[in-house]
């Protein structure tokens, strides 16, 4: 059984189309990351996993049965997670817990504090916390449920490095035991972290949906970043090199750089040419990550025939 299966979800606003015949599957205890452009439709499908609105065509299964999903089983937070500012963290908790029906002395807020690393900061008011802090005390304020079922939205907006590796380090754990997390991002190097599967979003529709390392080998020809420490020389070198596309505008290339455009192999030739000319090769890396470029050629394509 998936954790979420979606088949032909449609979510309208209006005459907007938020969400255009969507299928999702995510298995227990994976963390899937949905990406894409600004207003792809990530937040409106984390809303319909959270039961904060039902879609207008298509079956959504969260848990196995028809959304919404039982109490209990999914918690999480959209657009920000919803905290009092004048009450403390450790008071935010003990409201919710007492929300819920539960005895705030016993529902493990110190446990959920420790683990998203807020226990010094537990009896400060959350008027003064920063966005990490308090995407921080939302997760915590999810984890006080132990949901069989975690959405969060943008869970590492406003993280620190120190801030991000410690939810990183929680959400794995969190998988290790079993929790379903379907997260959004905007940042690949936090997805290719986290994440063992994406769905890539794009006006409403999936263009992608797959393991991360398919994602990257959809990626054929690439930008890359040369450095030597004689560029007019490279330049020609790389002009005279089959398959291989110069991009010399000068917007580009900066000091020693220059950028070319090419399959693996050109490359290869280019810097066997290189070498053979007594030209060091001091740098060559893509100008984006092979799953940005992936990215970007799927998103810009369908953004195009919008
Ligand atoms: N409550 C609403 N009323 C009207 N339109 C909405 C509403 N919620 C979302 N939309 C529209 O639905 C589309 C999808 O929005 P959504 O917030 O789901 O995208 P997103 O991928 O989360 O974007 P972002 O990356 O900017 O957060 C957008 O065109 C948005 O303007």
């Known amino acids: 059984m998936q954790t979420v299966r979606a088949r032909g979800i449609s979510k309208y606003f209006g005459d907007v189309v938020a969400l255009d015949g969507v299928d999702l599957d995510v298995a227990p205890g994976q963390i ?17 996993l959270l039961g904060l609105a039902a879609a207008d065509e298509g079956t959504l299964e969260i848990l196995g049965a028809p959304a919404p999903a039982a109490p209990g089983g999914v918690a999480g937070f959209v ?3 919803g905290l009092y500012p004048s009450l403390t963290a450790r008071q935010n908790l003990a409201a919710l817990a007492r929300l819920r029906g539960r005895d705030a002395r016993t529902a493990g807020i110190d446990d959920v504090l420790g683990q998203v690393g807020l226990t010094d ?3 400060d008011r959350v008027r003064g916390f920063s966005l990490g802090m308090r995407q921080r005390l939302g997760l915590a304020a999810a984890l006080l449920t132990a949901p069989r079922l975690l959405v969060l939205d943008e869970p590492s907006n406003g993280l620190d490095p120190a801030g991000k590796k410690h939810v990183h380090t929680v959400l794995h754990r969190l998988a290790d ?14 997805l290719e972290a986290l994440c063992a599967e994406v769905t890539i979003l794009a006006t409403g529709r999936v263009v992608f949906s797959g393991p991360l390392g398919k994602l990257a080998a959809e990626s054929r020809e690439l930008e890359y ?41 050109a490359l290869d030739d280019l810097v066997a040419r290189l070498v053979r000319a007594g030209i060091a090769v001091r740098e060559l890396a893509p100008v984006v990550s092979p799953l940005e470029a992936a990215f970007l050629a799927l998103t810009e394509h369908q953004e195009s025939s919008r």
């Open 32 to 48: 899937h990351g949905l990406v894409g452009p600004n207003g792809a439709g990530k937040t409106t499908l984390l809303g319909l």
């Open 79 to 81: 657009d920000g997670p």
């Open 121 to 123: 900061v537990a009896d």
């Open 177 to 190: 035991e079993g929790t379903t997390v379907v997260l959004s991002s905007h940042r690949m190097d936090d």
């Open 225 to 265: 970043r040369l450095r030597t420490p004689d560029p007019d020389a490279a330049r020609g070198i790389a002009a005279g090199t089959p398959g291989l596309h110069l991009c010399d505008d000068a917007a580009r290339h900066a000091g020693d750089a220059l950028v070319v455009r090419a399959p693996v192999p």
